[in-house]
Structure formats: structure tokens, C-alpha cells
Nanobody, 120 residues
């Protein structure tokens, strides 16, 4: 299994940037797809961006062109660069990882979340 430590959130103004990071520890050789999700107050958790082991990326429509997901497999980390932040981006952001090793098939691992607050 892996443990994920996500961090980097904070209070910023609209238009500012933030960079979230997530560090994985444990069975990191099994790391496969990773991603960022967010949950705003009173709403369900939603997908923000994902990145595959091979570097393929996906973004939800509302963040395309503003957010960039990247990974550093040497350091077992995934990052989310968030530019041109909007008040509607305010949420707790969670890192998620899937593992490719057979013994972990179907399992998901989550960080504890980091709060991003964007003021208007």
C-alpha cells in the first residue's frame, strides 16, 4: 500500500496561483495513475485532473488551460499547478493514487486533503 501526503493549499486572491504537491510513500514501485480531486462545501467530490504512469493527462473542463498536473516518479510526487484561480475553485483538494501491482488491484489511496480558498 501507499500513503499520500498532500499539501500546498492556502488563501489566495482571484487570479493568483498555487502549486499543490503530493508525496507518496510505501510501495511506490506499484504507483500507477495519480490524480487530484476536490470537494467544495456542500458538494460531492469531483475529479480535477489525472495523470497516467506514462504521462497522459486529463482535465475537467472548468480547469482546462488554467491547471497543469505533473508527476516526478523519481521523487514519487505529483503536483498540480493552478493558475488564474477563481473563487469557484475554493475546495479541499485531495491527491489520489492507484497501484498497478496485482495485490492492490481495485484499491484506491487518498491523501487527507489540503484546503484552497480563493477570495474575490
Amino acid at each position: 500500500q501507499v500513503e499520500l501526503a498532500d499539501y500546498g493549499g492556502g488563501l489566495v486572491q482571484a487570479g493568483d496561483s498555487l502549486r499543490l504537491s503530493c508525496a507518496a510513500s510505501g510501495d511506490t514501485l506499484c504507483l500507477s495513475d495519480m490524480g487530484w480531486y476536490r470537494q467544495a462545501s456542500g458538494r460531492e467530490r469531483e475529479l480535477v485532473a489525472t495523470i497516467t504512469k506514462g504521462g497522459g493527462t486529463y482535465y475537467t473542463g472548468s480547469v482546462k488551460g488554467r491547471f497543469t498536473i505533473s508527476r516526478d516518479d523519481a521523487k514519487n510526487m505529483v503536483h498540480l499547478q493552478m493558475n488564474s484561480l477563481k473563487p469557484e475553485d475554493t475546495a479541499v483538494y485531495y491527491c489520489k493514487a492507484e497501484l498497478s501491482c496485482p495485490e492492490y488491484a481495485g484499491m484506491e489511496y487518498w491523501g487527507k486533503g489540503t484546503l484552497v480558498t480563493v477570495s474575490s
